[in-house]
């Protein structure tokens, strides 16, 4: 079965930093990937999305991730945090034949 | 704007009092989906109608149904409320299963 693992459960950073959050998954063929934030009391919504081309993607807020196919990753990555990105961060993959899988989530926490 | 709309934003039910959660979309999109998140997990689906189509996910629990009237409109009921089900409920959308998902605010269910 495939499925999605997230490196962190929990980061903790000051404004500033920089920020990389990992994601895998285990699936040999063609897949869309997407990174989703969900702010403190607010929606789940899309920061950015893979679904072919430049491998590089960027995003809303300054986001980028990179998709890396022989490592099976799709890692976000920001240069500067702000305090307003402190939220949760969820990877999803859609593979052909399945639905789309959500990774656990990393929660982030920027401090000013 | 467009969106997706959910009611009521908050529900309390009692223990096996039925219960139907509403969900609207000004989109226009093929498919809808149901899903419930439990504080810090990531959202685990529990069904999607692709059109008119339905598709169940195999550990969704038979108490958890749904109906999709109209391409706008898509309900969860819940037949049977137990205290596990005290969750955020979801509702999103997306034009085709391959493309990224649009999330509505949530429902979020107590159980008393």
């Known amino acids: 079965a495939q499925s999605v693992s997230q490196h962190n459960h929990h980061v903790i950073l000051s404004e500033a930093a920089s920020l990389e959050l990992g994601c895998n998954y285990s699936?040999?063929?063609?897949?869309?990937l997407f990174w989703y934030v969900q702010y403190p009391g607010q929606h789940l919504q899309l920061l950015l999305k893979?679904?072919?081309?430049?491998?590089l993607v960027k995003g809303i807020k300054g986001f980028e991730a990179e998709f890396i196919k022989s490592k099976f990753s799709f890692n976000l990555r920001k240069p500067s945090v702000q305090w307003s990105d402190t939220a949760e961060y969820f990877c999803?993959?859609?593979?052909?034949?399945?639905?789309?899988?959500f990774g656990p989530g990393t929660s982030l926490s920027v401090i000013p | 704007d467009a969106m997706v709309i959910q009611n009521p934003r908050y529900q309390v039910t009692q223990f096996g009092k039925p219960v139907t959660l509403s969900c609207s979309q000004t989109?226009?999109?093929?498919?809808m989906y149901w899903y419930q998140q439990k504080s810090s997990q990531a959202p685990k689906l529990l069904f999607h109608?692709?059109?008119?189509?339905?598709?169940n996910e195999a550990d969704t629990p038979d108490n958890f149904q749904s109906r999709r009237p109209n391409t706008s409109f898509c309900f969860l009921d819940i037949r049977s409320p137990g205290l596990g089900d005290a969750a955020m409920y979801l509702c999103?959308?997306?034009?085709?299963?391959?493309?990224?998902?649009?999330f509505g605010p949530g429902t979020r269910l107590t159980v008393t």
């Open positions: 999103a959308t997306s034009r085709d299963q391959f493309y990224e998902q649009y």
């Open positions: 699936y040999g063929g063609t897949v869309n």
């Open positions: 893979y679904f072919s081309g430049d491998p």
């Open positions: 999803a993959v859609k593979t052909s034949y399945d639905k789309v899988i």
């Open positions: 989109l226009n999109h093929n498919v």
């Open positions: 109608y692709y059109d008119k189509d339905f598709n």
